[in-house]
């Protein structure tokens, strides 16, 4: 009996590990909320002048690339009237290919921007999304880019 | 050989010169840039169109318009992207003025014309005619003057682009809500972030 409950421990105790590994690498200067804190499937850090950077992950449904799905939601934003900085900025996030877009936006007598980027495997899509004034979002933009590259669709 | 050096240089400065002479369009500029450093940029802004040849028209913490000369509106985007932390928007018009000036020069040669008539009948009119003619050439020099004062505008038009740069992004209305068809694009909404706290 003994022998037969050290595996089944050790495989209870590396998929409780494997639930617990952020989606994303904490960006430089920020801190983690608490993965109790947030919804299953999200990743959420926070930096100290109050900018949010949130990581989730949701079903590729239905099927389709990132060139389809950075389209669609290029277009969209678009559409809405949100004002994009550049065409897209495509990224490496382990083995699965990435897209960033920035948008600029008024909010109250401020200029923000808002990051939005999307992560497409074969199952899934991870959506990153960070915003705040343009000053607060030019410091941490690198850390931002660094942790969108770590990000993992489990 | 020094002799040649010189006449390229001036032949090259009259051709410059010519290009510019001969420029009918007028070039107005667009930009919407953010910056970290809100006076800063003011100032480097005034000091680029002062350095330009230009002129500053207006500043404020939101807004900075200046005429430039038209032969530098290439270097503006590169100057701009200098001073930011992003060209937010840039936009370029132009518009060719030759028809405005070619219809106000006639339109001040033909009232010239009428003026040298009515200053001729003048002296052969008695002094109720004289009144009326009087009130006509005063209504025609006002006329003319007006006409000249376009003229200059559209010359300045001419020379000088306009550039009106704004330092934040303008506008408060919020982007419209339009549903997608794929329901997670649905749930990327700025303001509904922003607003979420954590």
Known sequence: ?154 | MKKVHVILSILCLLSIQAIAEENYLHHGIQATILVADVDRAIDSLARWADEAGGYLLYKSSEVVIFRFPHTKVGSLRGFLEDISETVVELSLQAQDLRESILGIQSGIQSREEILQQNLQYIDRTDVEGTLAIEKEVMQLLTEIEQLKGKLRKLTVDRAYALAQVNLRILGQSLPTDIPSSFGWINTIDFYKFVGEGF
Do not use: D
């Not at chain 1, 949010?52 to 950075?70: A, D, G, H, M």
């Open chain 1, 1 to 154: 009996m003994k022998t037969r409950i050290g595996p089944i421990a050790f495989a209870a105790a590396v998929l409780a590990l494997a639930s617990c590994t952020s989606l994303a690498q904490k960006p430089e200067g920020f801190a983690e909320v608490s993965p109790w804190q947030v919804a299953a499937a999200q990743y959420k850090a926070v930096s100290p002048e109050g900018m949010i950077y949130r990581v989730r992950t949701l079903k590729n449904y239905p099927v389709q690339t990132l060139e389809f799905w950075s389209n669609a939601l290029k277009n969209h934003l678009e559409k809405e009237g949100y004002r994009s900085l550049s065409e897209g900025q495509p990224f490496e996030a382990g083995e699965s290919p990435g897209m960033v877009f920035e948008w600029a936006m008024p909010y109250g007598n401020e200029s923000y921007i808002y990051l939005t980027a999307i992560v497409v495997s074969e199952n899934k899509i991870a959506v990153a999304e960070a915003a705040a004034e343009h000053t607060i979002y030019y410091k941490y933009r690198e850390a931002l880019l660094e942790s969108l590259a770590s990000i993992t669709i489990r």
